[in-house]
């Protein structure tokens, strides 16, 4: 279709290479949606998305809702005339009213490979359950969550060294390749609908919070790593200290032997190793609560010859 117009929907940094892409391609966005400028850092100053102040910086208009489903930015939405709307990370559930506006449709660029997982934190589950593989998938957005027919979907492998951050910014990258695939069909009304039931269960995985990330040692140390990668950067991964302070662990490697008392801490001449319900981790680098980062090492020999028995 040629001409047509394209409202582009998003807020987090994963849409930012496929919004650019689109900004440059023949059928640039005649808008962008984004959340509001919310608070950030120390001073809790309010700060743009990455993708508007791209738009703001390309003269594009850029309309920010409180809700998606404000009556008064639904007319505004529907005054651009929008023949196809996309959505990545966008952050809002979409009312039947904006889903159904588009004639050429109202789709989702989601990072999993639906039906796995539907929801907020599907990169950091696929890292914590051990996948070997994970993905993005273009779908028609329906009511339902993450539920609706796909168009394509784009697999990549999940390496032994991937975090939750570095798989973001490797799945930002499949994504803007399989909007460049998918487009033209989408443009020209040939996009396939495969439905989900047809490619297996759904799992959700709701937003994850800052608590989230509390270590349960008597896991096996091999879940506990792929838990400490999985949620890095973000809600990151924490224990306490006997004294009831938190120690973020920032890194550890599993070991298979020990593991008679989870949560026990053992010095070894590699550094202080902590006790799973199998095997123990090595711990790598870590940030007590109110210091800086540092090697484990360092922490364990600032005790003093009195270090903490265990955590948990």
Request: hydrophobic share 40%.
């Amino acid at each position: 279709m040629s001409g047509a117009r394209i409202v582009f929907m998003g807020t987090g940094e994963i849409a930012l290479p496929t919004f650019r892409w689109l900004a440059a391609s023949e059928t640039p966005p005649v808008a962008l949606v984004t959340q509001p400028d919310r608070p950030a850092g120390r001073r809790r100053e309010l700060k743009p998305s990455v993708l508007k102040t791209m738009a703001v910086d390309a003269g594009m208009p850029v309309l920010q809702p409180e809700k998606a489903r404000d009556p008064a930015f639904l007319d505004d939405l529907a005054s651009l005339r929008p023949d196809l709307i996309i959505v990545m990370a966008y952050g809002q559930i979409l009312p039947v009213r904006l889903i159904e506006l588009p004639p050429l449709g109202c789709v989702n660029l989601h990072a999993s490979l639906l039906p796995k997982y539907r929801g907020a934190a599907c990169i950091q589950a696929a890292i914590d359950a051990g996948d070997p593989e994970t993905g993005i998938t273009l779908m028609h957005v329906v009511r339902e969550l993450d539920a609706g027919d796909v168009i394509l979907r784009h697999a990549i492998p999940i390496t032994g060294q991937d975090t939750g951050g570095s798989l973001h910014d490797r799945l930002a990258g499949v994504a803007r390749g399989v909007m460049e695939e998918g487009l033209p069909m989408l443009l020209s009304g040939t996009a396939p609908r495969t439905p989900q039931a047809a490619l297996g269960e759904a799992t959700k995985v709701p937003k994850l919070e800052r608590d989230d990330g509390r270590i349960d040692w008597t896991w096996p140390a091999a879940r506990i790593e792929r838990r400490l990668r999985a949620y890095d950067p973000w809600p990151g991964c924490w224990s306490e200290t006997p004294d009831g302070r938190r120690l973020k662990i920032l890194g550890a490697s599993p070991r298979e032997e020990g593991g008679a008392s989870a949560g026990r801490l053992i010095e070894t001449p590699e550094g202080p190793m902590v006790e799973c319900g199998i095997g123990t981790l090595l711990l790598g680098e870590v940030q007590p609560e109110g210091s800086r980062k540092m090697a484990a090492a360092d922490w364990w020999r600032g005790f003093r010859g009195q270090p903490p028995e265990r955590l948990g």
